[in-house]
């Protein structure tokens, strides 16, 4: 079994900073990608960065330029700096990893969420 908690959510003004931590613990074998997904009141979950094992990264176009997602493998840590912070970034925001365990399965696996508000 894997977990992946979150921290580092909360509540912030407009162009502030916060910054996201997801740590995945468990029957470990390797994580490949991991990323970070959000979801306002009434809309659907929508996809906000993501960074492969090797490092590559994908951000949907709303976050471009603001975040930041970066991981350490030594650790399975994934992280997401957002600065100049909007109130339409208001969401839960979820921590997601795809990883093999020590059984050689592969699954996807999720956090259980962490509040951002950004207050206008």
């Known amino acids: 079994q894997v977990q992946l908690v979150e921290s580092g959510g909360g509540l912030v003004q407009a162009g502030g900073s916060l910054r996201l931590s997801c740590a995945a613990s468990?029957?470990?074998?390797?994580?490949?990608?991991m990323g970070w997904y959000r979801q306002a009141p009434g809309d659907q979950r929508e996809l906000v960065a993501v960074?492969?094992?090797?490092?590559?990264?994908t951000y949907a176009d709303s976050v471009k330029g603001r975040f930041t997602i970066s991981r350490d493998n030594a650790k399975n840590t994934v992280y997401l700096q957002m600065n100049s912070l909007k109130p339409e970034d208001t969401a839960v925001y979820y921590c997601?990893?795809?990883?093999?365990?020590?059984?050689?399965?592969?699954?996807?696996?999720w956090g259980q969420g962490t509040q951002v508000t950004v207050s206008s």
């Open positions: 468990g029957s470990i074998f390797s994580v490949n990608d």
């Open positions: 960074i492969t094992g090797g490092g590559r990264t």
């Open positions: 997601t990893a795809v990883a093999i365990t020590t059984t050689f399965q592969e699954y996807d696996y």
